[in-house]
């Protein structure tokens, strides 16, 4: 018998958004997007053998993460659009904005670059987003 998840999202007063029961797989979308522009909390419970986790724990800082604004997405995708062949000026404007993932992304791509300058700020970087 395999683990079965639920998660629950809440907004900043504690109010639950959107959630999920009894899921099977490690990965989930909301049934709608959430709204632009706004701060969540997230919670998941995994039931395995009738031993329930909760993360993050009762111990552990709040699992918090934002969506961003319609403006700030729109920002991004342009400097997208016009800096694609620019990595590390994009690493930076993803994470000013939060976007780490992306961050990280683009920061690996300019920490492998011919450029020793460039390399050498984007594995700095890097290291500051851990």
């Not at 029961?21 to 909390?41: C, F, I, M, Q, V």
């Not at 400097?79 to 062949?85: G, Y």
């Not at 690493?91 to 050498?120: F, H, M, R, V, W």
């Amino acid at each position: 018998e395999g683990s079965t998840y639920s998660i629950s999202i809440y907004d900043d007063h504690f109010n639950q958004i959107a959630s999920a029961n009894s899921l099977h797989g490690t990965e989930w979308h909301p049934d709608k997007p959430l709204p632009r522009g706004a701060a969540y909390l997230w919670e998941v419970r995994a039931v395995c053998g009738g031993h329930t986790e909760r993360a993050p724990a009762a111990t552990e800082p709040e699992a918090r993460f934002a969506v961003l604004s319609a403006g700030e997405a729109q920002r991004l995708a342009a400097a997208r659009a016009a800096m694609a062949d620019e990595p590390l000026a994009l690493g930076i404007l993803y994470a000013d904005a939060g976007a780490i993932a992306d961050a990280k992304t683009e920061l690996e791509q300019a920490a492998s670059s011919n450029d020793p300058q460039q390399k050498a700020a984007a594995e700095k970087l890097l290291r500051q987003l851990k």
